[in-house]
């Protein structure tokens, strides 16, 4: 029997699933990507992990996808900073060990992707999945299509400017949308509320372990009523509104997705979000544009992957 093959390969591992035509997870392993500075090195451990896994099957094709600059036609990696990778020809790596077509994507295309063809309803085509958790990421599906752009460098939503002079960011500029809702942004700024003695909740946490601050905390705080929890979802919510005002002017999307742990505040984040959005944005494309939090699937990045 023939399965799609799909890769999630991060910087600490690569999860690896068998997924069927009916878009379900029958097998999966993983690998661990720490200590493999050699890239054809890494790429034939996965390869003899896919063939373990496989048994007497085969691979009808594979889907790898890595975070960073990804060249999609050629299926290079041109910079993957969790990997120290630079201009690695993945494609032709694992070409080596499989006789099947093999596609290379960025991994938030991957997990855009895989999140458009298992939860987006039929009638559906014009999607935007954003990624929120330790950055901030996208893919874009248009027309039925995933977007990549010119170069394959669309959808780094993560690095719109919303504020010429705001945070800096990890990229080198300042005011990205990832400074205002990146996990470690955001936890960054509430220890430092929070070390300055504003009244919150979570000040005996921040006494007894700062390094226990976390979005998940902050978001069980603000449920509880903390006001200082709650305003510092009013600003991530904000700095959404402000992104998204202009993705909905400029892609008129039928729905947005979000996805990842930062996603998981929920309505939260929704709240503010739809406020700055109507202020900010013509009526039409917004009353059409539907936005929600997708169901969490903690593999929907291999599993977009091979649906590549």
């Not at 699933?17 to 379900?24: F, R």
């Not at 029958?26 to 996965?46: C, K, M, Q, W, Y």
């Not at 930062?262 to 059409?288: E, H, M, Y």
Request: proline share 5%; aromatic share 6%; hydrophobic share 40%.
């Amino acid at each position: 029997m023939k399965y799609r093959v799909g890769i999630d390969l991060g910087g600490t591992s690569a999860k690896i699933a068998c997924v069927t035509g009916g878009w379900k997870i029958v097998r999966e392993t993983s690998v661990s990507t720490s200590g493999f500075p050699n890239s054809g090195d890494l790429a034939r451990r996965i390869s003899f992990a896919i063939k373990d896994m496989l048994g007497k099957d085969q691979a009808e094709r594979i889907g790898i996808g890595v975070a960073g600059d990804i060249d999609p036609d050629r299926g290079v990696i041109r910079i993957s900073p969790n990997l120290g990778w630079k201009n690695v020809p993945l494609k032709k790596l694992f070409q080596r060990h499989f006789n099947c077509p093999i596609f290379v994507e960025n991994d938030a295309n991957a997990a855009g992707w895989g999140v458009y063809k298992t939860q987006a309803p039929k009638n559906i085509s014009n999607v935007i999945v954003m990624t929120l958790g330790t950055g901030v990421g996208g893919g874009i599906i248009l027309n039925g299509r995933l977007y990549r752009g010119a170069t394959g460098s669309a959808g780094e939503i993560g690095h719109m400017n919303i504020a010429e002079k705001g945070p800096l960011c990890n990229c080198g500029n300042r005011g990205c949308l990832e400074t205002y809702v990146g996990g470690p942004h955001l936890i960054k700024k509430v220890r430092s509320g929070l070390g300055r003695g504003v009244k919150s909740s979570l000040q005996a946490q921040f006494r007894e372990n700062p390094a226990e601050i976390t979005p998940y905390l902050i978001a069980q705080a603000a449920r509880r009523g903390d006001r200082y929890s709650q305003s510092i979802w009013e600003g991530v919510g904000h700095a959404l509104g402000l992104a998204i005002g202009d993705l909905v002017y400029i892609l008129n999307p039928q729905m947005i997705f979000f996805t990842g742990g930062i996603a998981q505040a929920g309505p939260l984040i929704l709240g503010p979000l739809w406020r700055t959005l109507r202020q900010r944005a013509f009526k039409t494309p917004v009353n059409a544009v539907s936005i929600k939090v997708a169901r969490e699937a903690s593999h929907i990045g291999v599993l977009g992957a091979a649906l590549l």
